[in-house]
């Protein structure tokens, strides 16, 4: 059996070119005693995967050149010489982008795909979902009745903060760009949504949040940010969860001019990475896929097809042309 | 008897120059039932009074044009109609830039005159030494092995939060600027100095915090907090006290590029305001002023002279010109 795969062939400079990336195949690895060999079904497209292409110390190593591209994957075990896991069950792992991956099960986690669809469980029942979760409930810690803004709301994670937002009692302001999304986080139940597109940030903030912005979960970064930063209410969260305005810069990193805003307020900035939560993800997991089996999750899925157009679907990302949870299907 | 007094005139662009103020006069005011009046003996100089000059929402309201100019004050009660003040008591209050000044004694607080110069009361045993104290405390919450950064360090605020970082068991690293600065951290305590004006901060931090900073106690904004950001350690705590270097600004404030870091290491970055631990003020004073009776925290102060003077002395605060707390003495 053939494992074809995309490594890193070269250090991209602002968006990550086709060259950046080698296309290649090998021998599908036979697991050894404890190891399971897993079928991978669906690839998760992150714009966190971007940050892990840079060089430097961050919350996790960088992917050297020449290896397989990390990404989270779902799929099926075909062979498993580890006790906690039989041929069938189907799991979410980090098997990176590749049609089969080895594991020795610590990462895996076994899914019910008679409950949700697969690629659900790298969207808004998995990591993604796990990520407005903690990044809510453990840094922004909304209390009932307070306004939670949004950016990058109608994007994998934005769209579930703000639902379990709503789900917790807040006011659910979110922030996207053009109509169609704007329109969508009202599907989502967002109280308010304001099209950065075409409408002036600060002053649609200020609308939209009259008693100001006790939780702002960003996304986003740049000029997103330091509108919101105007707008804190006191003692205001504000969750760092991303900054996809940043990502791809050749130039330095926007700073949000308004941080002083932090201290007018009695504000806090606070970033987090999810994979600190692994401890609680399985009841943070039972929870989302409760709330969508009573439909009071939406999740939105954006699926293309076909590992060989990986390099052009990963740049959709970047370019704002995905909506909803972006997911490489390569095998049904 | 007359009451001479510094009244904000025009609205300052940049540094504060003596035509935005107005020196004038008028005859003292008799304290009305319940109220004391104070003769004023030392003004506290302070970095936040800029920021009161600016229009705008802040933690407290801006000082009109017309209105004198705000500042703590320590002083003796000349006259009292308030059972809880006796004529003769020192009191710290925020009596502003004159002579006299009457207070329903709400925010005056009774000082021992005989425990440490009534001047430190407005600095290290005072609201400058309570900014260090809760700022430290309650928002750095530093433990014992932990390093503990401050920009500032020779500033009013700075030198405390040093010394308490000692006190609790830290490691204390200061930036200041110049050599005679710096040698004056050493005095302190502070395990190392970091000379900004002649040397990389990013390289100088790197190497007297090389297992990272757990706390930055931040008084200076701009490239200074850049440069601290750049070498967190996990979950490391940035104090806002405040940002000296942006006060004057007639360009935008320069946000933190390296903000980012906050996400990478899971750290948060906090404002905080003295005013709101109002409560604990008395609890706290007590702390500081047997830190100072044992000997364990020097205060340091430069005392100017003469109320005519006030324009040129406050604008010594953002030339970098005072070493120690920035005290004006206009009566004994």
């Known amino acids: 059996m053939i494992n074809r795969q995309f490594r890193r062939a070269a250090r991209p400079v602002g968006l990550p070119k086709s060259t950046d990336w080698a296309f290649g195949q090998e021998p599908v690895k036979a697991p050894n005693e404890g190891e399971v060999l897993v079928k991978v079904h669906c690839i998760s497209l992150d714009p966190a995967m971007r940050g892990w292409m840079n060089e430097g110390k961050s919350y996790i190593p960088p992917v050297a050149l020449g290896e397989v591209m990390r990404a989270g994957t779902a799929g099926v075990v075909v062979e498993s010489k580890n006790a906690r896991f039989a041929k069938g069950d189907y799991v979410v792992g980090i098997h990176g982008v590749q049609e089969y991956g080895v594991s020795d099960g610590r990462d895996l986690i076994k899914v019910d795909a008679g409950k949700a669809p697969l690629s659900s ?16 409930y ?17 994007g994998a994670v934005g769209g579930v903060v703000g639902q379990l937002a709503k789900i917790s009692g807040c006011r659910a302001v ?159």
């Open 121 to 136: 469980y790298l969207g808004g029942l998995g990591m993604t979902g796990l990520s407005a979760y903690f990044g809510l």
């Open 174 to 332: 979110g922030i996207a760009g053009g109509a169609d999304k704007c329109a969508y986080l009202k599907e989502l139940g967002f109280d308010e949504a304001i099209d950065y597109k075409s409408q002036d940030l600060v002053s649609e903030i200020k609308k939209a949040c009259p008693k100001g912005v006790d939780v702002f979960f960003d996304n986003v970064g740049g000029e997103t940010l330091d509108a919101a930063l105007s707008r804190l209410a006191p003692h205001a969260r504000v969750v760092i969860c991303g900054a996809i305005s940043q990502y791809n810069n050749t130039t330095p990193v926007k700073g949000p001019s308004n941080y002083l805003s932090l201290l007018v307020n009695r504000a806090k900035m606070e970033g987090f990475v999810v994979f600190d939560y692994r401890a609680k993800y399985a009841e943070a997991m039972a929870v989302l896929v409760a709330h969508f089996s009573e439909g009071k999750l939406k999740i939105k899925e954006h699926v293309e097809t076909g590992l060989e157009n990986f390099p052009d679907v990963f740049l959709k990302l970047f370019r704002g042309e995905n909506f909803g949870k972006l997911v490489l299907k390569i095998a049904d």
């Open 138 to 154: 453990e840094i922004g810690k909304p209390k009932e009745g307070e306004t939670v803004l949004v950016s990058g709301a109608a």
